[in-house]
């Protein structure tokens, strides 16, 4: 059996919650019955750095869905981010967990390849609350929770099977063999708003054209987006395990001095994985 497709049942069935809108669709699918069985309840992880449209449409999916939603989190990765340690020994350090473009002294771009704000952010604080509330066991060895995850068709080379020994994975829009577009197109069907992109107001994985949607929709996210960059900047200057300068747009240029429109009107495309770098995850939305 293709373990994209139906797998065993399982005590608990619960929902991932990216609030994109993939798995805006999926909750929504549930919540009508279109999808069985229905979640016990649907986790959000907050990294406290979305953008306000995306606190809203949360509120109002809340609203909308049967089951509950529950948010947690791990606190601000922002404040993560720039939050400055020392080593015993006196060196200064940040752990640099975003996947930030780089521009060495001598000029060389390059890009942090292991970031580490999708796990701590996003994947073990939902991790820890369904365990809690599905009661699973320390150590842990047989399934007893299948995660339904918000991957659309399109979007297949995402899907991950489960790393928690207690946990199954199901991607229902696979199933039904949905691409993001037949996601829209059946939000639209049944009435109900496209859903914002679900990310941190500073990601580096926004295609331009998300840049521009946060410059020029939701100027407060993207001033924030501004203000992040430059205070993570000095952050990284001042540290001792960082030598080169962080930036969130990959052409290493200040975001607020980055021409969006010149790079989409030449045809980037604002698809997952056309045109740009997106979370392979597939927890958050870019
Ligand atoms: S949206 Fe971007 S910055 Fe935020 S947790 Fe995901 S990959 Fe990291």
């Known amino acids: 059996m293709n373990p994209l497709f139906a797998p065993a049942p399982t005590d608990h069935n619960i929902l991932s919650l990216g609030a994109g809108v993939q798995s805006s669709c999926l909750a929504l699918m549930c919540s009508k019955g279109e999808v069985t069985p229905m979640p016990k309840f649907a986790v959000f992880a907050d990294t406290q750095d979305e953008p306000r449209s995306v606190y809203e449409w949360l509120s109002e999916l809340r609203a909308l ?3 509950p939603i529950y948010t947690v989190t791990a606190g601000s ?51 820890k609350e369904v365990k809690r509330r599905c009661d699973v066991k320390r150590g842990q060895k047989h399934v007893s929770v299948t995660q339904y995850i918000g991957i659309s068709w399109d979007e ?10 207690w946990a199954q994975s199901r ?4 199933e039904l063999k949905m ?11 049944n009435g109900f708003e496209k859903p914002p992109r679900s990310s941190c107001v500073y990601c580096p994985f926004h295609s331009d054209a ?19 960059e430059k205070r993570i900047q000095k952050a990284k200057k001042n540290s001792d395990n960082f030598d080169s300068t962080p930036f969130l747009h990959r052409s290493c240029v200040p975001i607020d001095q980055v021409d969006f429109r010149s790079d989409f009107e ?5 698809i ?13 939305g870019v």
């Open 65 to 67: 869905c049967v089951f």
């Open 77 to 127: 990765l922002s404040h993560h981010a720039l939050k400055m340690r020392t080593t015993s020994d006196g060196r200064k350090y940040s752990r640099t967990n975003i996947p930030f473009f780089t521009k060495s002294a001598k000029g060389k771009v390059g890009k942090i390849v292991f970031r580490s704000c999708t796990a701590d952010f996003k994947i073990r604080p939902i991790l």
């Open 156 to 165: 297949w080379h995402r899907c991950k099977p489960s790393r928690e020994a």
């Open 171 to 174: 991607w229902p829009l696979i």
């Open 179 to 189: 691409t993001r577009q037949h996601c829209l197109d059946w939000m639209k069907a």
């Open 210 to 228: 998300e840049w521009q949607r946060l410059k020029t929709q939701e100027p407060e996210a993207f001033a924030a987006a501004v203000k992040f």
């Open 266 to 270: 030449k045809g980037q495309m604002d």
């Open 272 to 284: 997952f994985g056309q045109g740009h770098a997106y979370c392979e995850e597939g927890m958050c």
